[in-house]
């Protein structure tokens, strides 16, 4: 029990701050920019298709990043994606058309390609395997810690008479604070690898028991809409929209209290059976189908509140639990292009997942579109399940 009790080890805390600092900083942005757009003179369109890009930009940079990340050094690209995030995210305050905010804005999702995948890599080569889900629990609670903090922010300055650009000029307070905690970050001591051992590397497909994982993760990311859609159900069910800001500090702290703790359960499970994280999934992905279909059927505002709390937990069984069985089942060499698969997927799912989404609704009503989401998880479930029973 001491042992689970040991301190994280101090990149791990590093980087958690530096996610802290960094949603601080990009949280505060994201709710302002379609009211900022408008302003501008671009429409919902616009948004999307701005979204749209920057997401498969991210998406494909993560892969790439990944597999730079396992011929040396991680350190240089973390430190490299949070600074280009930091730098460019302030200039928002410039902005004076449509295009200055897509160009940055994708710029910004630039940053987020090149570390993400490079930091996990980090995250999981600082711990041994049986505190790995405690390490990824803790960085995404930090993470979410941030989505809280930066809304409140830009709510206070606003209401203290703030300019909105001059919100966006402010995040490169928190941005800087970001970076600072990277130099922190220890770079564990790595033998570089030759050119033939480099090739050979490349060479070696991943693990066949993490493909068809990351095929099961694309599928329920095929239903796994975006956040925003509860929002939009929780308006349509009589949720003011005055208090949607608070409907979305409700889920992030709900995910944020989830989200240490299922990294930590995921590590005893592994201890107690085996590589058994897949059960915490199941679990998250049981809470997903069920939230949904809830969600389809519900006819109050109190209900909405209550789903979105309880919603909360499926992020905290799912998305620190599921880095950690990658680590598990990746020789420590891949681990940059396995993370970078990860994201990939995840990703790379974004845009049709939405757009499916969008559509089932906008067609069909919500209930339907939400009811799909719950079936489609809940034949991930029954997937994740056969998979686990395999060699």
Do not use: C
Not at 37 to 58: H, I, K, Q, R, W
Not at 102 to 124: E, N
Not at 239 to 260: D, E, G, H, I, Q
Not at 263 to 286: C, K, V
């Amino acid at each position: 029990m001491s042992e689970r009790r040991a301190r994280l080890p101090a990149t791990v805390i590093a980087l958690g701050v530096t996610s802290f600092f960094t949603d601080v900083a990009s949280e505060a942005v994201f709710p302002l920019l379609p009211g900022f757009l408008a302003l501008l003179g671009a429409g919902p369109t616009f948004l999307g298709l701005l979204e749209g890009v920057a997401d498969a930009v991210s998406a494909g940079l993560k892969y790439q990043s990944g597999r730079w990340a396992d011929r040396g050094a991680k350190k240089g690209f973390v430190l490299a994606g949070y600074g280009i995030a930091t730098l460019v995210r302030p200039l928002l305050a410039l902005a004076t058309l449509p295009w200055h905010v897509f160009a940055i804005r994708v710029t910004d999702r630039v940053g987020k390609g090149i570390r993400s995948a490079p930091r996990d890599a980090l995250i999981a080569g600082a711990v041994p395997s049986a505190e790995s889900g405690r390490a990824f629990g803790f960085h995404q609670a930090m993470d979410h810690a941030g989505a809280v903090v930066g809304p409140l922010l830009a709510t206070g300055l606003l209401l203290l008479g703030v300019e909105v650009r001059t919100v966006f000029a402010l995040t490169l307070i928190p941005g800087l604070l970001a970076v600072a905690s990277v130099f922190v970050v220890k770079e564990p001591e790595t033998v570089v690898p030759s050119a033939e051992e480099r090739a050979r590397n490349d060479a070696t497909p991943l693990p066949p028991k993490l493909r068809s994982l990351f095929v099961i993760i694309g599928f329920f990311a095929l239903g796994n809409s975006s956040d925003a859609f509860l929002l939009l159900r929780a308006a349509e069910l009589g949720v003011s929209t005055p208090l949607l800001p608070m409907a979305w500090l409700l889920l992030n702290l709900s995910k944020m209290f989830w989200a240490s703790r299922g990294g930590d359960w995921s590590d005893r499970q592994t201890r107690g059976a085996g590589t058994a994280r897949h059960r915490l999934i199941l679990a998250g992905w049981a809470v997903y189908a069920v939230s949904y279909g809830l969600f389809a059927v519900a006819t109050q505002a109190w209900q909405a509140w209550a789903l979105l709390g309880f919603y909360g937990a499926f992020a905290g069984l799912t998305e620190p639990v599921e880095k950690a069985l990658v680590k598990d089942l990746t020789p420590k060499e891949q681990h940059g292009r396995a993370f970078g698969v990860y994201h990939g997927v995840l990703g790379a799912t974004a845009i049709p997942s939405g757009l499916l989404t969008g559509f089932l609704w906008q067609q069909f009503g919500p209930a339907t579109a939400l009811g799909v989401g719950a079936a489609v998880a809940a034949i991930s479930a029954v997937w994740l399940v056969r998979w686990s029973g395999r060699g």
